[in-house]
């Protein structure tokens, strides 16, 4: 008898070392990782935005490396290729209407010259925004692209909605000193600002410290995040990241300037860490292995296939 159960006991420990508590066999089970090295970035639905373990991929500019940076376009693109977030620079316009756009002159992006502050809405929304690109990207150009108009804030938030996250940058608002105002009178009028909003449904970023500081005064709800530019090796004491840790969750410096222990100094002052721009499978793998906590990219598709999503 000791014998019999002796080995139905051995069975029953070969059985579920070969299939498991579930009954399916180890190597076949629907949940098994495949290479979690590889998946170690694909985020959960339900992660906090703001989640030091969430990487965020943000669309710079949209998908600026498909489509005319700042226009509906490309930001749709960013969108249908599952960015996490479409950033948007703000400049205004003479009339007091926020628009997407990089430069403070229109001169750059589409078929006239002059500061956006020169111009009203519609004025600028009678420019070609696309034609630029067609010309500087012949393997890429669309002749739709032709047709394409500078948006304003309102333009995209109607567009995609409570469905996208957006990051947005205040520009020279020392230059525009109602950008902020304006800004959180858009996105309250669009029920961003509401109280069971998603928090980092909007980031709000900005070189400008007063200008994030005003936003964390008028809308202490909105995550902001510092923007900076070093022109060598990115440095800063503990005592600066502290003081930035007092007004914004994060860091935004520009990724030539970033080393392995700068990303990991700022990631134990307990601040996010989203470098620009980063363009380049390698540099995103080195960037990542550093540990930053996301990226700005023009090819959102190409950083999702590093993060093997």
């Not at 399916?24 to 639905?45: G, L, T, Y």
């Amino acid at each position: 008898m000791k014998k019999k159960q002796h080995f139905l006991l051995w069975m029953c420990v070969f059985v579920m070392s070969m299939y498991g508590c579930s009954g399916a066999p180890v190597s076949k089970m629907k949940n098994a990782p495949q290479d979690e090295s590889a998946h170690v970035h694909a985020n959960k639905p339900e992660e906090d935005l703001l989640s030091p373990d969430r990487f965020l991929n943000i669309a710079h500019r949209g998908a600026s490396g498909y489509a005319p940076e700042h226009t509906l376009k490309a930001y749709e693109i960013a969108e249908k290729m599952q960015g996490d977030y479409i950033e948007i620079d703000l400049q205004m316009t003479k009339d007091g209407k926020l628009i997407a756009m990089h430069d403070d002159t229109v001169s750059r992006t589409t078929n006239s010259k002059g500061k956006v502050s020169d111009f009203s809405f519609s004025e600028v929304e009678a420019l070609d925004a696309g034609t630029w690109f067609n010309e500087e990207n012949p393997g890429l150009a669309q002749p739709a692209f032709n047709q394409l108009e500078v948006p304003s804030l309102e333009q995209i938030l109607d567009a995609f909605g409570t469905n996208a996250n957006y990051y947005i940058e205040t520009k020279k608002p020392e230059e525009n000193p109602t950008m902020v105002d304006e800004l959180l009178t858009v996105l309250k009028r669009r029920d961003l600002l509401d109280a069971d909003v998603p928090t980092g449904k909007v980031i709000i970023q900005s070189f400008s410290k007063k200008s994030l500081l005003e936003v964390q005064q008028k809308a202490p709800s909105l995550p902001r995040i510092q923007l900076m530019k070093f022109n060598g090796k990115a440095t800063l004491t503990d005592k600066e990241l502290a003081n930035i840790k007092q007004y914004a969750v994060g860091i935004g410096p520009n990724a030539s300037s970033l080393t392995k222990a700068f990303v990991q100094q700022a990631r134990k002052a307990g601040l996010l860490i989203h470098p620009y721009t980063v363009n380049e499978k390698a540099d995103m793998k080195r960037l990542i292995d550093w540990g930053v906590t996301g990226m700005f990219t023009n090819y959102p598709d190409r950083l999702n296939e590093v993060l093997g999503r």
